[in-house]
């Protein structure tokens, strides 16, 4: 869509435009995320195994991607990169080993 937007913009030769247009993109990307986060974290406030599962599947994905940028950082000698996605799988591995655990599964499974 954003591709759409930002060809038409071009052919108008308006260069405001295409800024304009990508901010409204942005917005509304960085809008439903919140949105999503919200109903997540909504799910977990109220244990809901729903928000808990759900939560498993993104960090999982979180961590893949996270050693993708990992084994990136490193096969290009970026130190700080490698910093950052060791601290994200940390927190990715944490949060799956914790929501794995026998009592707070039952947790999410009373309700």
Do not use: E, K
């Not at 994905?61 to 990169?81: E, K, N, Q």
Request: glycine share 12%; aromatic share 10%.
């Amino acid at each position: 869509m954003l591709g759409a937007i930002l060809a038409r913009i071009s052919r108008l030769g308006d260069p405001a435009g295409i800024i304009v247009g990508t901010g409204m993109m942005l917005g509304v990307i960085i809008l439903a995320c919140a949105a999503l986060f919200a109903v997540l974290g909504f799910g977990l406030w109220n244990l809901r195994n729903w928000g808990r599962v759900t939560t498993i599947v993104l960090c999982v994905l979180g961590a893949v991607g996270a050693s993708i940028g990992f084994m990136w950082a490193l096969l290009h000698l970026r130190i700080f990169g490698v910093m950052v996605s060791s601290v994200r799988i940390s927190i990715d591995l944490f949060v799956l080993w914790y929501l794995s655990q026998v009592h707070v599964r039952r947790a999410f499974s009373d309700f």
